[in-house]
Nanobody, 126 residues
């Protein structure tokens, strides 16, 4: 059974940075396309970034230039470096995984993904 566990969230001031991590177990990490989504209180889950097998990555326009998704297949880990944080970035950040052929992806919709972590809270104070 594939499991995803996020870490690295916390409370940070406006303009600060965090690095989120997501560890995958129970499967071959390199076989999965991965994604990050976030959900603010009272709002829907929205796409943040995605990375396919091989490392090609895409980011939502709202975070482009501030957030960077990356993966380390040797460590079975996914990362999200988040910089220049604002209160609008406050949300629960969740990672997701989809078993994927090498040529497919990245994937933008929550319904595309097979597995989800429990999420990590990021709170940005003004």
């Amino acid at each position: 059974q594939v499991q995803l566990v996020e870490s690295g969230g916390g409370l940070v001031q406006t303009g600060g940075s965090l690095k989120l991590s997501c560890a995958l177990s129970g499967g071959a990490f390199s076989s999965y396309a991965m994604g990050w989504f976030r959900q603010a209180p009272g709002k829907e889950r929205v796409f943040v970034a995605a990375i396919k097998r091989g490392g090609f990555a895409v980011h939502a326009d709202s975070v482009k230039g501030r957030f960077t998704i990356s993966r380390d297949d040797s460590k079975n880990e996914l990362y999200l470096q988040i910089n220049s944080l604002t209160p609008d970035d406050t949300a629960v950040y969740s990672c997701s995984a989809k078993l994927s052929a090498y040529v497919n992806g990245p994937y933008y919709r929550p319904s595309d993904y097979d597995y989800w972590g429990q999420g990590t809270q990021v709170t940005v104070s003004s």
